[in-house]
């Protein structure tokens, strides 16, 4: 199949969901998941493999706002060019990836979790690439925009870098936002993994409480807010990871792994890999009112001090 072809049936298929998800009616009088895209699924060569996931891991790090991450994907002479759509007028803008650096730094940001619903990719010679993915924006488990974005991309010593990207902006209409808990979900664990400690603790109410082993529960945003800073100190690699999502009644279990190594503060350097769960019940607003966090804190500390291979 050529590519045009290609590109264009998939054009149609992304047009067609959009068409459909518009027109699905809600209830907002509780909390409702989305019925998930179901796309088609294509076989991709280990080049459109790799594409696919240094977009991911880009989209993670950016959601994150983790500049240190984004620097090692993406060409320091790069522009970033985005089109939105706003009261039907498009409106473009344009800044040079380092300019963007330094506005995160110097503006507060909230967490966000870009999802792809689906990629095309075109590569030349093995070298260079042209990618687009289709993606929604969601901020604690609410989709807000619609947001499609270009890549070009150059093969540089057997690893894809960014050149460039591009992106159109179109907000969902009020109907369309439906929370849904599996993407909350994801949305928290990218959070632990930001190094910023108020974007876990934005996922609770404001006077939310975090109980870990049943120690003392820390209550309201600021004192959630020291319990994962002393983590994210602890393990600057950290990276937590969902492995599951289960509800039964009005409860709610957040199964995790987290892995990193000990390099913080008086650390071991040692590394870790532990599993546990947080069990919560969650507000009005779909955001955690109450979590319950369990792990093994004997082996816990026993790879602390000799490491989880040992």
């Not at 967490?111 to 042209?130: K, R, S």
């Not at 599996?182 to 400690?197: E, L, T, V």
Request: glycine content about 6%; proline content about 3%; hydrophobic content about 35%.
């Amino acid at each position: 199949m050529h590519r045009e072809l290609r590109y264009a049936i998939l054009l149609g298929i992304a047009m067609a969901n959009s068409i459909t998800s518009c027109r699905q009616e809600n209830d907002h009088s509780e909390l409702s998941k989305n019925v998930s895209i179901e796309t088609k699924v294509v076989e991709l060569n280990p080049d459109e493999e790799k594409i696919k996931t240094t977009i991911k891991e880009l989209l993670f790090a950016a959601g994150n706002y983790n500049i240190v991450a984004l620097e090692t994907m993406i060409s320091d002479k790069a522009m970033l060019g985005i089109s939105s759509l706003k009261d039907s007028v498009w409106s473009n803008s344009e800044i040079a990836i380092n300019d963007f650096f330094e506005s995160v730094k110097n503006r507060e940001r909230s967490p966000y979790c870009e999802i792809p619903n689906n990629f095309d990719i075109l590569i030349t010679e093995g070298q260079v690439a042209l990618a687009r993915a289709d993606c929604t924006l969601h901020r604690w488990g609410i989709p807000q925009t619609r947001e499609v974005n270009h890549f070009t991309l150059i093969k540089d010593h057997g690893k894809w870098k960014i050149l460039h990207i591009s992106w159109t902006k179109v907000a969902l209409s009020e109907d369309q936002k439906n929370y849904d808990l599996d993407i909350f979900a994801r949305g928290y664990a990218q959070a632990w993994c930001s190094q910023r400690p108020n974007f876990v603790s934005s996922f609770f109410a404001e006077d939310g409480e975090l109980v870990v082993n049943n120690g003392n529960p820390a209550i309201g945003t600021a004192a959630i807010t020291h319990v994962a800073q002393g983590f994210m100190e602890a393990f600057p690699d950290m990276i937590v990871s969902l492995d599951s999502l289960t509800t039964n009644k009005a409860k709610t279990k957040f199964h995790w792994t987290l892995t990193g190594t000990n390099t913080g503060p008086n650390g071991t350097g040692n590394k870790v890999n532990i599993n546990g769960f947080e069990e919560w019940t969650l507000n009005d607003d779909g955001l955690i009112q109450k979590s319950k966090g369990h792990f093994d804190e004997k082996e816990y500390k026993r790879q602390l001090e000799f490491g989880a291979d040992k």
